[in-house]
Every structure is written in structure tokens, then in C-alpha cells.
Nanobody
């Protein structure tokens, strides 16, 4: 059974940074497009950033120039470096793997508050 396990969430002050990680198992990780999505209370899940199996990245306008997605295929891991965090970045962040079928992680909470 495919597993995606996120880590790295937590409480951070506005302007701070966090690095999320998502480790995949039981998948041929290098074939999958990977993505980070987030879901804030009362809102729909939205795309944050994606990276193709070839390394092409895409970002939501709200996080451009603040967040960076990257992947390490040798470690079956995708990362999301989040800088200059704002209270509106508060959400549960989910990892996604897509190659025909789509898999989701269980999510990790990010709270940006003073």
C-alpha cells in the first residue's frame, strides 16, 4: 500500500520559516509528479506548489517568491521550504503524488501566529 508521510509542520511566528517533508514508500517515486496542497478551516483544498517528475515547478500566486518545492528521488522525498510566512498560510498541508492515479498523505498542521 502506497504511503505518503508528511512532517515538519508546527507553530511559527509571522515572518518565520518552516520546511515540510513528505516521504513516499511503496511507489516508484521518480515517476510521480508531486505536489503540496493546503486546506484552511472553512475553505476548499487548494494547490500550493507542484513539481513534475522532470523537475518543472509551479506555484500558486499567493506563495510565489516565498515557497520553494524540491524533490530528492534518491530519498523518495519532496520538500516545501516556506519563508516569510503569513497568518493566511495557516492550514493543514497535504502531500500528493500523481501518475495516473493520485495518492494523498495524512496532512501536517501549519499555524502562523504571534
Amino acid at each position: 500500500q502506497v504511503q505518503l508521510v508528511e512532517s515538519g509542520g508546527g507553530l511559527v511566528q509571522p515572518g518565520g520559516s518552516l520546511r515540510l517533508s513528505c516521504a513516499g514508500s511503496r511507489i516508484t517515486f521518480r515517476l510521480y509528479a508531486m505536489g503540496w496542497y493546503r486546506e484552511a478551516p472553512g475553505k476548499q483544498r487548494e494547490l500550493v506548489a507542484t513539481i513534475t517528475n522532470g523537475g518543472t515547478t509551479n506555484y500558486a500566486d499567493s506563495v510565489k517568491d516565498r515557497f520553494t518545492i524540491s524533490r530528492d528521488n534518491a530519498k523518495n522525498t519532496v520538500y516545501l521550504q516556506m519563508n516569510s510566512l503569513k497568518p493566511e498560510d495557516t492550514a493543514v498541508y497535504y502531500c500528493n503524488a500523481k501518475w495516473g492515479v493520485s495518492y494523498w498523505g495524512q496532512g501536517t498542521q501549519v499555524t502562523v501566529s504571534s
